[in-house]
């Protein structure tokens, strides 16, 4: 059986917020993704890592390119990368592209659907809804006190 996994990342992918604001926004995206009735359990989780973890879209992802001159990236180039940085814990996200050479970062690829960096999330598995909207995700972000950015992974 296949996972949806619908994530919130803060946009900046160094940011965390504090014990109190990741509680209050966790409830608010439980009364947003009540579950379908009869359906699977929504299950939420909110996840604090030490240093930048790569969210990722799982088998949604099709397609990377280059932020500076919109060419497809490399994916062979792009995994080898993430497996050297897998092992250094993502210290630096720093990136030289290998299409124009442009210094990047890898939270700044377009990644195509979208993926991201975070040193914080909240992973809602099996959400049984679409993406959040604009106005949900915006008042999320007030709530714990920076920008979102939404993930969504099938597994
Ligand atoms: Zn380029």
Redesign the pocket.
């Known amino acids: 059986m296949s996972d949806d996994v619908l994530s919130v990342i803060p946009t900046d992918p160094y940011w965390q917020p504090d014990q109190a604001a990741a509680d209050r926004t966790a409830a608010m995206v439980a009364e947003l993704t009540p579950g379908a009735p009869g359906g699977v359990d929504v299950e939420i989780n909110v996840e604090w890592h030490d240093k930048p973890t790569f969210v990722d879209c799982g088998e949604n992802l099709e397609r990377i390119g ?1 932020p ?4 497809s990236i490399n994916t062979d180039w792009w995994i080898e990368l993430m497996d050297a940085h897998y092992e250094d814990g993502f210290a630096s996200l720093a990136v030289q ?1 290998p ?2 050479c ?1 210094k990047s970062s890898l939270d700044a690829l377009e990644y195509d659907w979208p993926c991201g960096f975070a040193r914080f999330e909240i992973a809602i598995w099996n959400p049984a809804r679409p993406w959040l909207s604009d106005e949900e995700l915006i008042s999320l972000g007030t709530t714990l006190g920076h920008p979102l950015r939404q993930i969504r992974a099938h597994i």
């Open positions: 280059c500076r001159c919109g060419a592209v299409c124009c442009a």
